[in-house]
């Protein structure tokens, strides 16, 4: 729907016709909302400047009644366009330092998992943190044995496991825990009760710390090494 709003602009008052939503961002339902009331804009109606400006609304639906702000820019004289919001600050992610180095589609999918966790996706974010970790373990086993890659990618993660770390005793006993309590949260069956999710992502950021040394004792030695 359309909607007259006087609007103080700083060089002049003026009338502008903007679109009214149609959504109320509450609850979701189509409604014609009430207009409670708008704000000045501080700046220019001139072409140079956009004038942006607010106006507020209410939800129809006698359930919800919820105010809700939409933010407009001047076109010209006479309309305005509609600034979309999508309230989503940003999730930040702690994870060791170069771990991006060993797996950048760790530090994706491990990313991609917590935002689900936040969204309170439970059951999302469990397969996504387990699916993270394959790529972490695998990628840091590849990286030791390059030429073995494409048997690496292609055979499961608990073989991996048993079979290339071995002489990583510590990291093999977390990618193992990982991948038991991981296969849990993929499967229709429960296998490990009692540990759960926050178990899960305390045993992969483990593993991540110990790779992510792992990876920096490497640099160190190749460094030393090449000094002498
Ligand atoms: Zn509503």
Request: hydrophobic residues 35%; aromatic residues 10%.
């Amino acid at each position: 729907m359309k909607l007259n709003v006087e609007i103080y602009f700083r060089d002049m008052r003026t009338t502008v016709t903007i679109d009214t939503p149609s959504k109320c961002p509450h609850c979701g339902r189509t409604m014609s909302p009430l207009h409670v009331g708008q704000s000045t804009s501080s700046e220019r109606t001139s072409v140079s400047e956009e004038g942006r400006f607010s106006v507020i609304f209410r939800c129809s639906f006698e359930d919800c009644l919820k105010y809700f702000v939409i933010e407009y820019i001047n076109d010209n004289y006479e309309s305005a366009s509609t600034v979309n919001y999508t309230y989503r600050p940003p999730i930040k992610v702690k994870l060791p330092e170069n771990i991006e180095k060993v797996s950048p589609v760790f530090v994706e999918i491990y990313s991609q998992a917590t935002v689900a966790e936040s969204e309170a996706l439970n059951q999302i974010a469990g397969v996504g943190y387990r699916k993270a970790a394959e790529f972490l373990i695998k990628d840091y086993v590849i990286s030791k044995n390059p030429s073995d890659e494409e048997h690496i990618k292609s055979i499961m993660l608990g073989k991996v496991i048993a079979d290339y770390l071995n002489d990583f005793p510590k990291i093999q006993a977390l990618a193992k825990s990982v991948a038991w309590i991981g296969n849990d949260e993929t499967h229709y069956v429960r296998r490990h009760d009692g540990k759960d999710i926050e178990d899960l992502k305390k045993f992969i950021l483990s593993a991540a710390q110990f790779i992510a040394a792992d990876y920096d004792a490497d640099e160190a030695l190749l460094f030393t090494s090449s000094s002498d």
